[in-house]
């Protein structure tokens, strides 16, 4: 029964253990009737190609769109010296050598970065606003009416901060550290990815044991969250290129896409290791 079940002969499984971790890429995106040799590797190289993914997608959903935007401003130096308005924080006092100013009736938002203003109180909160930030020389008060703070009134005062000083010019000295900063977060994002893709999978891998269950079939739930996350492979792609893309309707599209190929695939490798079993 193991060797029915298996679909294997002795040259398969042979074949099996030498598959490439190329091979196994290109099985994993294109090929859900082949999904049964993929299950027969060893357990190392179904996390190592799962490592490769996850490296994969959190480079074009993440790291592409962050670094083609720093390299398009000339780097995270030239951002500090040439991007942004000249600024200095000094002795718990701001400077910024433009007033910025964001209002939008409609959503209740109101921000204003003006450092001409000495200081900002809550009688410069203006009425009818959820979220509102003032900036001035030496505060900054923050009105929020959205997370049920009840429209508490917040006053930062700079001179909390005497101790510290920055400048563009010393942001831009600290571009190395920042470089290392966005690594560090990038990792974590990368961690954020793969245990996304695990909870993802087994989602799709209780729906389908639920499926195999009421079809008789004969699968277990291991081998199904096996499939579940091997099937999820192509949609992830395609839903992180969408992201890089940046259009939402690109996302939208793609993530329907990823969730139909998941079910399509998963259905499709099962009824190919299930063939053994109806034949006999």
Known sequence: MDNQYSGYSMNEREESKKMSMTDFFITALFHPKDYKNLLKQKTGKLIGYLCLLMLLISVVQYAIP???AIAGMGGIKNIFLQQIPDFSFQDGKFFLDKTI?????????????DTGVEKYTKDDVPENM??????????????????????????????????????NEILADMAPVI??????????????V?????????????????MVKALSMHEN?????????????????????????????????GSAFRMIVTVVFMNRALMIMEMPLRED
Do not use: H, W
């Open 66 to 68: 962050m670094l083609g």
């Open 221 to 253: 739930f291991g081998a199904i969250y096996k499939l579940a996350l091997l099937a999820q492979s192509l949609g992830a792609i395609v839903v992180a290129v969408t992201y890089c893309l940046g259009s939402d309707m690109l996302l939208l599209a």
């Open 179 to 192: 470089y290392v900063i966005l690594f560090v977060a990038f990792i974590i994002m990368y961690g954020f």
């Open 101 to 113: 100013k964001e209002r939008d009736d409609s959503a209740g938002f109101y921000y204003v970065v």
């Open 194 to 210: 793969f245990a996304k893709f695990l909870l993802s999978a087994l989602l799709y891998g209780a729906f389908m044991y639920v």
């Open 130 to 167: 959820m979220q509102v930030m003032l900036v001035s020389k030496t505060n900054m008060i923050v009105y929020n009416n959205i997370t049920g703070v009840n429209g508490m009134v917040q006053d930062y005062p700079f001179d909390l901060y005497k101790s510290i000083t920055l400048n």
